[in-house]
């Protein structure tokens, strides 16, 4: 069993139109809503590839609401902590690029936050992604890592700035993108992933058009075809492929993901791929 664990769900908001215009008026062409942010993501993308994962998350409001509807329509399970404060959205903007508007995570109280953390079961991988609220105090975000970890034998982490660095203490994979990281450690790369190897985390690290790279016992460099679409969401897909791979070794894992990561930027909604995309994909990643 994989569980997702989120606390920053959102409804994710995608507007195309032929061409942004800054300061004016703008028609839409096509509105498109998804149950969003990064753990949400990830939990649709494993539902996809039929890994039945559970998801724990706080919603609130009619936002919420509508969330958790959809969730239940597309047969994801899970465990919704309700809060007070209405969920967030996060808005995309697609046109001949792609920009991306997030609102802050939406607060929650300490005893909205000891719901969520009381909910966790233990099972075989346990996925943390997404930012954490602002009110969230540090030690609450480290008792949570500790409930997490106690809960699973393979924790993956998914976060940004101090709570990737305290993550670095618990988790057993770390996902960060390039940036992500040396903002977090205010290193460049090398020294990077040194510092947050010495914290004993292995690291999945999302390079964009790159490729993935896979710091474990071994350096792991996975290359795909460069992709043109929406990179929004790519490496949510990328931490569920690792995920619902993770069994069949971390090559494989990283195969996966990496393909996976790729087929989602075709996709014009983020989380999403399609399935003959991805096979394809999967024969053309290259591994060193």
Not at 184 to 208: D, H, N, V
């Amino acid at each position: 069993m994989i569980q997702v664990v989120t606390l920053s769900p959102a409804i994710d908001v995608t507007y195309e139109l032929s061409e942004m215009r800054v300061g004016e008026v703008n028609r839409i062409q096509k509105v498109s809503r998804t149950p969003g942010g990064k753990g949400l993501n990830v939990a649709r993308v494993l539902q996809k590839l039929g890994a039945a994962p559970v998801l724990h998350c706080p919603l609130g409001g009619p936002s919420g609401q509508w969330i958790e509807g959809q969730l239940n329509a597309m047969g994801i399970s899970s465990k919704v902590s309700y809060i007070n404060g209405n969920t967030r959205s996060a808005v995309v903007v697609a046109d001949a690029a792609v920009t991306v508007l997030n609102e802050p995570a939406t607060e929650i109280s300490n005893e909205e936050f000891e719901k969520v953390q009381h909910g966790i079961d233990e099972s075989d991988v346990i996925v943390f992604s997404g930012s954490v609220p602002a009110n969230v105090k540090a030690e609450q975000f480290e008792s949570l890592l500790k409930t997490m970890k106690a809960k699973t034998k393979t924790l993956i982490v998914d976060t940004s700035g101090e709570n990737l660095i305290m993550a670095s203490r618990y988790a057993h994979y770390l996902k960060p993108n390039l940036e992500e990281l040396e903002n977090a450690t205010g290193l460049p790369k090398a020294q990077a992933i040194e510092s947050i190897a010495s914290s004993g985390s292995k690291i999945i690290l999302s390079l964009g058009e790159r490729g993935v790279e896979l710091y474990a016992d071994n350096r792991h460099i996975a290359k795909v075809p460069i992709q043109q679409g929406n990179p929004t969401g790519a490496g949510d897909a990328l931490t569920a492929g690792f995920a619902a791979n993770f069994h069949r070794g971390e090559r494989i894992a990283l195969r996966h993901g990496s393909a996976l990561s790729a087929a989602s930027v075709n996709s014009k909604t983020a989380g999403d791929f399609e399935k003959l995309k991805y096979e394809q994909l999967l024969d053309e990643v290259q591994i060193t």
